[in-house]
């Protein structure tokens, strides 16, 4: 993407101010690396939105507020009471990209591979979108559609909220990948609530093999109210071929990738119970 | 393409400097333009890690980074590690291990390198591998880049207990 201008508000309103005037002609820039991916004939002004106090990581009430500017390593590296974000953080790109990509980055356009989407879905998040004033939106709201149609006035995001584990609450997810820093294939995630063994509540979620991250609400059905054992997990696993269009891709036939996100969210409902019963930290 | 003057002012390698630069200019080619050509033109994509450079610290790639988000920060590239006549720690021991072969990955495999050693305190794989884990050797000589990097690791850390026992013992 070209870049005829370069700016950097050392406020949020500013910031806002600045985009809104811009309207098309502006980009919000954090890490930045996307940008250079993003095809576009008409230049735009970047609006460095990495000086804004939105860095940081705080446990909040029931909450982890992660600024929106946050890298990806900053959120790998913490550590907080049956913190689950680092898993994955872990497994995006590279160390380098992993070093300026932030949080904010990857989910206010949401490219179809995306992990990030996939994860606050299952862990039902909270997305923080300034306009003024802030307001708070559910994971399940903020992904219906493409995010960035929130963005065009010129509002921006500005925290990821991650509820804090309850204990009998657990987290897994898997990104398969074909090699380590290669964009995912599928990704999936699960959130479990355990009692006395059987499954409470459940939310899974899928992304990448599929043409937008989404719940897999068959699956999540499948779930509830039985108990949390490995045959329980094929059988709702099985359920995720009716829950989403699978698409193939990169030689991989639709089933192929169906398949391999069966075998995802089998193996990420496990660690999920595992993480519910008590893991090893 | 505009013709606005624009800079940008970061410290490089210990000074600070002001650059004229382009809203859309790439700070590797900012850094190669000013001298600065350790720092390897490779993939041009963030794939290949040949142009890591450290950024507060941190190692990333120049390639994907435009000059202008540099303002106001410190960037370190290989020439602050090291010289063909002074070569750190890292760099002699690849010597020693025969590891470079074309050579070109080497200045970003220092750089992540330089990255960890700075940051971290113990070098468990898992660690050295999610630092190096951006920077590809397309001779593929990694094993001997494992063997420099070990070497320069284990000497760092049998190192590190002593200087601070010294430190404590001073203080008595």
Redesign the interface.
């Given at each position: 993407?070209?870049?005829?201008?370069?700016i950097?508000p050392a406020t949020l309103a500013e910031a806002r101010k600045a985009l809104r005037a811009l309207g098309p002609k502006g980009m919000p820039?954090a890490g930045?690396?996307a940008?250079?991916?993003m095809q576009g004939k008409t230049?735009v002004?970047?609006v460095?939105v990495?000086r804004l106090g939105l860095s940081y990581i705080r446990q909040k009430g029931n909450y982890f507020v992660i600024g929106a500017a946050t890298p990806l390593?900053d959120i790998q590296r913490y550590r907080g009471p049956r913190w689950a974000m680092h898993e994955i953080c872990?497994r995006i790109?590279?160390?380098?990209?992993r070093?300026?990509s932030t949080i904010g980055g990857n989910i206010a356009r949401v490219f179809p591979w995306a992990d990030l989407p996939v994860v606050l879905l299952a862990m039902d998040a909270r997305l923080v979108i300034y306009s003024g004033k802030e307001k708070e939106m559910t994971a399940d709201e903020y992904f219906s559609a493409q995010p960035a149609r929130l963005f065009r006035g010129g509002d921006l995001l500005t925290a990821v909220k991650i509820p804090v584990l309850k204990a009998h609450h657990g987290f897994g997810s898997v990104k398969v990948t074909r090699n380590?820093?290669a964009f995912s294939l599928a990704t999936v995630a699960a959130l479990l609530e355990l009692k006395d063994g059987v499954i409470k509540a459940a939310r899974v979620a899928a992304g990448s093999a599929i043409p937008f991250p989404q719940r897999l609400k068959p699956v999540e059905a499948a779930l509830v109210g039985k108990e949390a054992v490995t045959a329980v997990f094929k059988e709702a696993a099985a359920a995720a071929g009716a829950a989403a269009k699978w698409v193939g891709g990169e030689g991989m036939s639709a089933d192929y990738i169906r398949q391999l996100a069966e075998v995802s969210i089998l193996d990420a409902l496990e660690r999920a119970a595992e993480f519910a019963r008590g893991r090893a930290e | 393409?505009?013709t606005?003057t624009?800079t940008v002012t970061f410290t490089i390698n210990g000074e600070k400097k002001t650059f004229a630069t382009r809203?859309?200019e790439?700070l590797l080619t900012l850094l190669r333009r000013e001298g600065y050509r350790g720092t390897k033109y490779g993939c041009g994509?963030?794939?290949c890690?040949a142009c890591?450079v450290l950024?507060d610290g941190?190692?990333?790639?120049a390639?994907?980074?435009?000059a202008?988000?540099a303002?106001g920060r410190k960037v370190r590239t290989i020439e602050s590690v090291g010289t063909f006549d002074k070569p750190g720690e890292f760099q002699k021991e690849l010597v020693a291990a025969g590891a470079v072969q074309c050579g070109y990955c080497i200045p970003g495999m220092v750089m992540?390198a330089t990255a960890l050693m700075e940051t971290e305190e113990v070098f468990e794989d898992e660690i050295v591998k999610?630092?190096?884990?951006?920077n590809l050797c397309r001779c593929t000589g990694y094993e001997k880049i494992w063997v420099a990097l070990r070497k320069t690791l284990d000497k760092q850390a049998s190192a590190k207990p002593a200087a601070k026992k010294t430190a404590k013992g001073a203080k008595k």
């Open positions: 993407m070209k870049l005829s201008e370069f950097r820039l930045g690396t940008l250079h991916f230049p002004t970047a460095d990495t390593s872990r790109s590279t160390h380098q990209i070093n300026v380590a820093a | 393409m505009t606005t624009h809203p859309d790439k994509q963030g794939t890690g890591t950024l941190r190692a990333t790639y390639c994907l980074l435009y202008m988000q303002e992540s999610e630092y190096m884990d951006g």
